[in-house]
Each structure stands twice: as structure tokens, then as C-alpha cells.
Nanobody, 125 residues
């Protein structure tokens, strides 16, 4: 059974930083591709960033230059470093596992097989 445990969300002032973590168990982490998505109230989940098993990364235009995704295969964990946070970044963030382990990551939600419980990020003005 694949399990994802997210942490690192919370309250931060605009312009501040947070680092989200997602620890994965139940699969060989280095064989997985990982993604981060967000969901605002009443809206569909949106792609944020992803990292392939190769370490290749992709980003949504809205976060490019502000967010950085990384992975530590020794700790079975993927991170999302979020800098220069804006009030509109106030949403729930989800990490997800692409069990196929793509070399080049995908931004398509349907390609992800397992999801974390979500972590709330609130950015105050």
C-alpha cells in the first residue's frame, strides 16, 4: 500500500517562504515520479510542479521562478520550496505519485495514481 504523508503547510505572510514535504512509503521511491498540485475552494485541482525519476522538473507558469521541487531518494521524500508567496497562493497543496515512474514528468492529474491528504497553505497580506 502506497502512503503519502505531507507536512510543512501553515500560515505565512506575503513575501515569505514555506517548504512542503511529502514522505512516501510502500514503493521504491527512486522509481517514482512525483507531482504537486493545488486546489482552491470550489475549483478543480491544478498542476503546480513535478519531478521525474530522472530529476527532470517542470512547473506551472504561475509558480516558475518562485517554487522549486526537489527529491531526496535516501529519505523517500519530495519537497516543494515556495518563495515569494502571494495571497493567491492560499490553497490546499497535494503531493501525488506517478507509479509509472516517468523519466520526463507529466502535468496531467489523471496520470497520478496515489495522493496525499493535502496540506493547507495560508498567505496573509
Amino acid at each position: 500500500q502506497v502512503q503519502l504523508v505531507e507536512s510543512g503547510g501553515g500560515l505565512v505572510q506575503a513575501g515569505g517562504s514555506l517548504r512542503l514535504s511529502c514522505a512516501v512509503s510502500g514503493r521504491t521511491f527512486s522509481n517514482l515520479a512525483m507531482g504537486w498540485f493545488l486546489q482552491a475552494p470550489g475549483k478543480e485541482r491544478e498542476f503546480v510542479s513535478a519531478i521525474g525519476r530522472s530529476g527532470i522538473t517542470i512547473y506551472a507558469d504561475s509558480v516558475k521562478g518562485r517554487f522549486t521541487i526537489s527529491r531526496d531518494n535516501m529519505k523517500n521524500t519530495v519537497y516543494l520550496q515556495m518563495n515569494s508567496l502571494k495571497v493567491e497562493d492560499t490553497v490546499v497543496y497535494y503531493c501525488a505519485v506517478d507509479a509509472l515512474g516517468r523519466y520526463y514528468p507529466t502535468r496531467l492529474e489523471k496520470e497520478y495514481d496515489y495522493w496525499g491528504q493535502g496540506t493547507q497553505v495560508t498567505v496573509s497580506s
